[in-house]
């Protein structure tokens, strides 16, 4: 599940995915899930170079990492 909340130059992705597999790739944004009891509410904000040239990238970790939640 992705929300996605859009301003000028940055986006916001929340998804409930496994946290290392978004930084895998080398996302930044990645926030640490603040409260230990939900470690599958991940958040990530992309930037706009991130979502123009890296939208593949964040494709495949997360199709990863919904793999790796079934499995």
């Known amino acids: 599940m992705v929300f996605l909340q859009d301003n000028r130059t940055a ?3 929340k998804q409930r995915r496994v946290r290392i597999r978004l930084t895998a790739p080398g996302f ?3 926030k640490i899930p603040r409260n230990i009891n939900e470690p599958l509410n ?3 904000r ?3 170079q991130d979502w ?3 939208v ?3 494709i495949r970790a997360s199709e990863a990492a919904a793999l790796k939640m079934m499995g």
């Open 28 to 30: 930044a944004g990645v």
């Open 56 to 58: 593949q990238d964040f």
């Open 46 to 48: 992309l930037s706009e």
């Open 11 to 13: 986006a916001l992705a």
């Open 52 to 54: 123009r040239y890296r």
């Open 42 to 44: 991940s958040e990530l």
